[in-house]
Structure formats: structure tokens, C-alpha cells
């Protein structure tokens, strides 16, 4: 099991943070990729998530299973999500989402939280991130990282600020999850491959987060930068409001995990033999030229 409880056990190894990127329906790859971290017994110790992100990390951080989870990603749709309102800020209001996540977390308070837990969303007159964590409301938070501009009314916080998806300024939330205090960073980015798939979007709605994806394509390759490893779920043949693709999605995510779980276990290997934070400076470098050859690969 993942959570507080097992961070008492191993007082001297390295922290682990995960970062899950956004990417809408493609989001449900990360349970695969949850999946073969569990199996393999890489604790988690820290979750950032950014949209969908968000919405992954913060039920597996609330304390729910991966089943439960799956269970979700499975069933939803993006009527569960929103609701045609007059505003002239957006087609829909996404309030419908923060109801359906307070009635399904087993929490819904960041004080409450199994995990540590950030999700990521944009100030949208600021134009700069906005990491919600550590007090206050998950469902908000997530809601706030999950509001995709043009299509859902901005929220606004208590501070006054209009929020929108978290995804225009840190789709890959690698800062935040190496702010919470993660050593070691494993990102996870589902939209790396950009859009394999023939033909144009079937909605509005993929119209929008097409556009969106190509702007983030290009600036998820300097949030790589600040993870230790990044996963990489080949489904740019799936776009980004296919909700019914699950399965393939998941097993996406799987496959992209087993292919990097050797390296993850050699990572935590060299963190444990030499406790001193060497390893963020050294692993900097062949990381960086490894992201970039992959990331040439995909282009």
C-alpha cells in the first residue's frame, strides 16, 4: 500500500514524487502505469498532477485503489464532467466534475490526504502557475486543473484569481512534484507522441484540446527536464476526447511503465548506496540528452 503510513519505513531512502501530466481522456493511461509501480513495489511518497493528471493523482493520493480507480476511468464520461451554462466565458460549467469527485473520494481535503498531493492549474490573467496544495479543497483543486479554457467557464478562488487548466503552463508537473520534496522525479507524459490519429477531431471539444496540445507538445520537453525518468504511454493514436478507450489506454500505460521499471529500480538502487543528493545533479545531464533523443524520435 501506498501512503503515510509507509513512510515511517524506510527513514533513510530517497523520496519518491510522481508527476502525471494532462492529456483529458488519454489521462486513464496512468493507471497502467500506477499498476506496474505497485506491482513492482516502488513506493510512492509525493503526487503532482495536471488535468487529468489531477484527477488520477488525487483519488489514488485520497486513498483509493487502482480498481477503484480503473473503475472510474472506465465509466466516465464528459457529461458526468459538465453542463451547458449562458456564460460568455465558456460553452459549459465544469462544477458538475467537483460534485462527482466529493461524491466518490474517500477524502476531499488536502489535510486528509493519504499522499502529499499538488495539482496544477493556470492564473488566467497572470498567465503564471498556480500549485494548489497542502490545505483546502482537493475537489476544487482538481476541478480548477481540469477546466479547459474556451470550453469551461474559468473558476475563481478565494483570492480572487479565474483559474484554468493547469496544462497551458506545466502540463508535465515536474516543479511541483520536486516542490513538494520529492528526490527522485518519475513524470509521466501521455500526450509525448503528439497526434498519430487520421483525421480530424469528432468535437468542439477535441478541437480545443488539439490546439492546446500542440503548444504544450513543445514546452513538456523543459519539464522533462526536471524529472529523473519519464514514462512515456505510446497513445498518440488515441485523441483526446475518445472517453470509450480506456482499455487500450491502460494497457498503453502498462506497457510504457514495464519498459522503464528497470531503470526506476536502478535509480532508487544508487539513491539508497549513496543517501548524500548526488544523484540530482549527476542524472541531469544523461537524462536530459536521453529526452531529447527520444524526444527527436517522436517528432
Known amino acids: 500500500m501506498w501512503g503515510k503510513d509507509s513512510n515511517n519505513q524506510e ?9 502525471l501530466s494532462g492529456g483529458a481522456a ?7 502505469v500506477l499498476r506496474v509501480l505497485q506491482e513492482h513495489d516502488i513506493p510512492i511518497d509525493y503526487i503532482a498532477g495536471t488535468s487529468a493528471g ?15 480507480i480503473e473503475e472510474i476511468g472506465r465509466n466516465l464520461r464528459w457529461r458526468d ?13 465544469n ?6 469527485i466529493r461524491a466518490r473520494f474517500p477524502v476531499t481535503r488536502f489535510e486528509e490526504l493519504k499522499i502529499p498531493f499538488a495539482a496544477v492549474a493556470t492564473d488566467l490573467r497572470a498567465g503564471s502557475a498556480v500549485v494548489l496544495s497542502g490545505e483546502g479543497d482537493v475537489a476544487f483543486a482538481i476541478r480548477a486543473s481540469c477546466t479547459i479554457p474556451g470550453w469551461y467557464v474559468p473558476v475563481t478562488d ?13 502540463n508535465v508537473p515536474t ?17 509525448c507522441e503528439g497526434a498519430k490519429f487520421l483525421g480530424p477531431p469528432q468535437s468542439a471539444i477535441g478541437v480545443m484540446l488539439q490546439s492546446m496540445m500542440v503548444v504544450q507538445r513543445t514546452a513538456a520537453m523543459h519539464q522533462w527536464q526536471d524529472a529523473d525518468l519519464v ?5 498518440g493514436h488515441i485523441r483526446w476526447d475518445e472517453m470509450t478507450r480506456a482499455g487500450d489506454l491502460i494497457s498503453a500505460g502498462r506497457q510504457a511503465a514495464l519498459s522503464t521499471i528497470e531503470r526506476i529500480k536502478h535509480l532508487i538502487e544508487l539513491a539508497q548506496e549513496r543517501p548524500s543528493k548526488w544523484y540530482q545533479f549527476r542524472r541531469r545531464a544523461a537524462e536530459r540528452t536521453e529526452d531529447k533523443r527520444r524526444f527527436s524520435r517522436l517528432r
Not at 527513514?11 to 508527476?19: D, T, V
Not at 464532467?81 to 460549467?93: K, P
Not at 511541483?176 to 527522485?184: V, Y
Open 231 to 235: 514514462i512515456m504511454p505510446k497513445v
Open 26 to 32: 488519454r489521462g486513464i493511461a496512468h493507471v497502467g
Open 54 to 68: 489531477a484527477l488520477v493523482g488525487g483519488a489514488l493520493a485520497s486513498g483509493m485503489s487502482l480498481d477503484e
Open 175 to 191: 516543479a511541483a512534484a520536486r516542490a513538494l520534496g520529492a528526490d527522485l522525479v518519475i513524470a509521466v507524459d501521455v500526450n
Open 95 to 100: 462544477a458538475r466534475m467537483e460534485e462527482y
Open 11 to 19: 527513514q533513510h531512502r530517497a523520496r519518491i514524487g510522481l508527476a
Open 81 to 93: 464532467m459538465g453542463r451547458t451554462t449562458l456564460s460568455r466565458l465558456g460553452v459549459q460549467s
Open 158 to 170: 478565494e483570492q480572487g484569481r479565474q483559474l484554468v487548466d493547469g496544462g497551458l503552463v506545466a
